[in-house]
């Protein structure tokens, strides 16, 4: 991959510019604002296949994993030393589903504000936990009043255009804006009827694009909307398509934000996967979906302490009027603990 930094004042000359340098094929891997408002862009095209150099990913996950293993044995023995509240509260976290490297960080850093007496604790170190939850994780509230362009990413099924949907409601309903929703996810079986109906109950404009090249024409609704809401399709960065919609995106709309969904139904791996692979899009925050059908959020939780990307809403349910709510940290870290 050849990868390079671009800088300048607006994302439609940077955009612009990666395209005449690099081709039509260009991806984003980051976008940063630096400090005096100018702009830092990271991107990248594919080498001709035959460049490609030899695969040693093997070789390298076996080395991973056994630096892995090696880290938590040393892990193990200095929680040890800490004293028997904090080993068996460093065995609960991982029984919660917090990774080792997660609990480990956790208890280490409770240890460090807390003298050898409460140490010993477990209500002081179960009221430490809370402080250090409510302190590490961050959240945010991204609707404004300025004109917003917002997609939704994440894996198939997480429930893109539901929340979509839901977003819609609220700025349509509650926040009386102007609203009108772009799909890039046309190639899916059965999508237009969806967001059609969706439309109709929330009573706003729906456009969707089956082909990249019609990606311009539908964010021409862009300028008739306050809120444009993009949905996308269930499928990675590295897949060819989605990247080269959500490029043209930017484009049209350079102040598009994008939002992460992650449920818990899925594993921690696979849950952080989600979070390097679409965190390469710089992400305004994580939206945690499906709340409501698992009370085991430790791999959510694990995820979420991982990476430092604001939260902002949870959604609940499937009715597209109702279930979202802004993050609610408390609930979610006795949701863990009771679990
Ligand atoms: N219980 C519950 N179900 C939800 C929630 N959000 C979405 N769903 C359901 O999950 C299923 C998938 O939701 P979608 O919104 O279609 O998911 P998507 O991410 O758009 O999926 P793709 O378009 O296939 O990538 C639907 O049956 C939704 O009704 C939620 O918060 N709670
Ligand atoms: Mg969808």
């Known amino acids: 991959m050849v990868v390079k930094k671009l800088y300048g004042n607006t994302m439609k000359e940077l955009l ?12 984003i891997l980051s976008q940063k604002t630096l400090a005096g408002g100018r702009i830092e862009l990271t991107v990248a095209v594919d080498p001709p296949r035959e460049a490609q150099a030899y695969d040693t990913n093997g070789l390298e996950s076996e080395i991973f994993e056994i630096k892995q293993m090696l880290l938590s044995l040393v892990e193990e023995r200095e929680v040890m030393g ?14 919660k589903g917090l990774s080792e490297k997660i609990a480990y960080e956790v208890v280490r850093d409770l240890s460090q504000g807390l003298g050898p007496e409460d140490l010993m ?5 179960r009221k430490e936990l809370r402080r250090f939850f409510f302190s590490r994780v961050t959240t945010t509230q991204p609707l404004g009043d300025e004109k917003m362009c917002i997609g939704l990413l994440g894996r198939t099924g997480v429930g893109k255009t539901t929340t979509l949907a839901k977003l819609a409601s609220i700025e349509r309903f509650h926040r009386k804006r102007r609203v009108g929703l772009v799909s890039l996810d046309g ?4 999508s237009s009827e969806e967001l ?13 694009a089956y082909e990249r090249s019609e990606v311009p024409k539908l964010f021409e609704l862009g300028d008739k909307v306050d809120t444009l809401l993009v949905d996308t399709p269930g499928k990675g960065l590295n897949e060819k398509g989605l990247r080269e919609k959500l490029f043209d995106v930017m484009t049209l ?15 921690s791996d696979v849950l952080l996967q989600d979070l390097e692979e679409y965190g390469r899009l710089s992400l305004k925050s994580l939206i945690l979906t499906k709340i409501d059908e698992s009370h085991r959020v430790g791999s959510l939780m694990d995820a979420v302490l991982s990476h430092p990307v604001p939260l902002s809403w949870m959604t609940t349910g499937q009715d597209i009027l109702h279930d979202i709510l802004p993050v609610n940290k408390g609930m979610l870290l006795d949701m863990m603990m009771e679990a």
């Not at 612009?16 to 991806?27: C, M, N, R, T, Y």
Request: with cysteine; hydrophobic share 40%; aromatic share 6%.
């Open 16 to 27: 612009k510019q990666a395209k005449a340098e690099l081709g039509e094929d260009v991806v």
């Open 82 to 95: 800490l004293g028997k509240a904090a080993l068996f509260l460093y065995q609960e976290l991982k029984q």
């Open 121 to 125: 604790q477990k209500d002081a170190l």
């Open 187 to 190: 190639e899916k079986v059965g």
């Open 196 to 208: 059609q109906r969706i439309g109709k109950i929330l009573d706003i404009p729906v456009e969707i």
């Open 253 to 267: 709309c350079p102040h598009a934000q994008f939002h992460l969904l992650l449920s818990p139904h899925y594993r």
